[in-house]
């Protein structure tokens, strides 16, 4: 499905803008931050959209555990992490306002739990969308990234994230839906993001075992179910290795989310940038014509950036 809409392309001399769709805080900065930092510092404006306000997420760092401050207070915790964060990448950064939706634990009978009164995932449709819409009218960003139909992984938030990103992106630029919510803008491509397909789980799984370390991926790659389908899934490798320290950083600040000591540390960024130098995605909608020479675009704005002879 596409808009029926024609792409709102750059003008001479005018910027290019990136906006990055998530359901927490600290998505933005394990999922395509170093790219994020990379288009920053090439000249683009960067919008990073975080969906909820992550109060339901738990304390993954052993060193916070049993914090009672930061339990008392996550809401504003994570507000402070998320400014940091976004100070580290240099993108502006906006809040949809919407209650973290969690994670519902199966029972012991294996039925799982009704998702809490008022959380983003039950919020309906296009009440969700109409914040999404009024920013993308408002910063009229030329290319979106945002999760696939599965939220990446199956949580809630993501899933619901997929659903006001596409809805968002189909819509924004139709001068008769969500009115009220600003002129229309119309972005010319939408991408999901691939940060754990198997070819790179494998590179890092096997750079590990390489350098002597204990791998974090092995037991993951050993349950990993193969889909014909997702093969194709990768269209779009972005070179950003020189942002993977400021990427990792970023991952940091988000102290309540991030052990320092766990397994997304293991390789340094040298290492990484030897045997996985890209951030990768999937072109999932595109409104301009593919330019690709060769097998991957590595540029997300490939087909929106001036010709020059």
């Given at each position: 499905?596409?808009?029926?809409?024609?792409?709102?392309?750059?003008?001479?001399?005018?910027?290019?803008?990136?906006?990055?769709?998530?359901?927490?805080?600290?998505?933005?900065?394990?999922?395509?931050?170093?790219?994020?930092?990379?288009?920053?510092?090439?000249?683009?404006?960067?919008?990073?959209?975080?969906c909820?306000?992550?109060?339901?997420?738990?304390?993954?760092?052993?060193?916070?555990?049993?914090?009672?401050?930061?339990?008392?207070?996550?809401?504003?915790?994570?507000?402070?992490?998320?400014?940091?964060?976004?100070?580290?990448?240099?993108?502006?950064?906006?809040?949809?306002?919407?209650?973290?939706?969690?994670?519902?634990?199966?029972?012991?009978?294996?039925?799982?739990?009704?998702?809490?009164?008022?959380?983003?995932?039950?919020?309906?449709?296009?009440?969700?969308?109409?914040?999404?819409?009024?920013?993308?009218?408002?910063?009229?960003?030329?290319?979106?990234?945002?999760?696939?139909?599965?939220?990446?992984?199956?949580?809630?938030?993501?899933?619901?994230?997929?659903?006001?990103?596409?809805?968002?992106?189909?819509?924004?630029?139709?001068?008769?839906?969500?009115?009220?919510t600003?002129?229309?803008?119309?972005?010319?491509?939408?991408?999901?993001?691939?940060?754990?397909?198997?070819?790179?789980?494998?590179?890092?799984?096997?750079?590990?075992?390489?350098?002597?370390?204990?791998?974090?991926?092995?037991?993951?790659?050993?349950?990993?179910?193969?889909?014909?389908?997702?093969?194709?899934?990768l269209?779009?490798?972005?070179?950003?290795?020189?942002?993977?320290?400021?990427?990792?950083?970023a991952?940091?600040?988000?102290?309540?989310?991030i052990?320092?000591?766990?397994?997304?540390?293991?390789l340094?960024?040298?290492?990484?940038?030897e045997?996985?130098?890209?951030?990768?995605?999937?072109l999932?909608?595109?409104?301009?014509?593919?330019?690709?020479?060769?097998e991957?675009?590595?540029?997300?704005?490939?087909?929106?950036?001036?010709?020059?002879?």
């Amino acid at each position: 499905m596409t808009p029926s809409t024609p792409p709102n392309l750059p003008a001479p001399g005018e910027p290019l803008r990136l906006m990055a769709v998530h359901a927490h805080p600290d998505h933005e900065s394990s999922k395509g931050a170093a790219s994020t930092a990379k288009y920053v510092a090439d000249g683009v404006e960067v919008l990073v959209v975080t969906c909820t306000d992550g109060a339901r997420g738990d304390v993954l760092n052993p060193r916070l555990a049993g914090a009672e401050d930061v339990l008392r207070n996550m809401t504003e915790v994570r507000r402070r992490e998320m400014a940091e964060a976004a100070r580290i990448l240099g993108v502006k950064h906006a809040w949809l306002g919407f209650v973290d939706s969690g994670l519902p634990e199966p029972l012991e009978d294996g039925t799982t739990p009704p998702l809490p009164d008022g959380c983003f995932a039950l919020v309906p449709l296009d009440e969700a969308a109409t914040p999404l819409v009024r920013l993308v009218r408002d910063f009229r960003p030329h290319v979106i990234t945002t999760y696939d139909e599965n939220g990446g992984y199956p949580h809630p938030d993501h899933i619901r994230t997929h659903e006001i990103s596409m809805r968002a992106f189909l819509a924004a630029g139709d001068p008769e839906q969500f009115p009220g919510t600003g002129e229309p803008w119309q972005p010319s491509k939408l991408y999901y993001h691939l940060t754990f397909h198997k070819q790179r789980i494998v590179a890092l799984h096997e750079a590990c075992l390489a350098h002597g370390f204990e791998s974090p991926f092995g037991e993951w790659l050993e349950g990993w179910v193969d889909k014909p389908e997702d093969e194709a899934r990768l269209t779009t490798r972005v070179p950003c290795s020189d942002f993977f320290a400021t990427r990792d950083q970023a991952l940091l600040a988000h102290a309540t989310q991030i052990d320092p000591d766990g397994r997304w540390f293991h390789l340094t960024p040298d290492i990484q940038a030897e045997v996985w130098p890209t951030e990768d995605f999937q072109l999932a909608i595109s409104l301009v014509p593919d330019v690709r020479d060769g097998e991957y675009e590595d540029d997300l704005f490939a087909g929106l950036r001036p010709v020059t002879a």
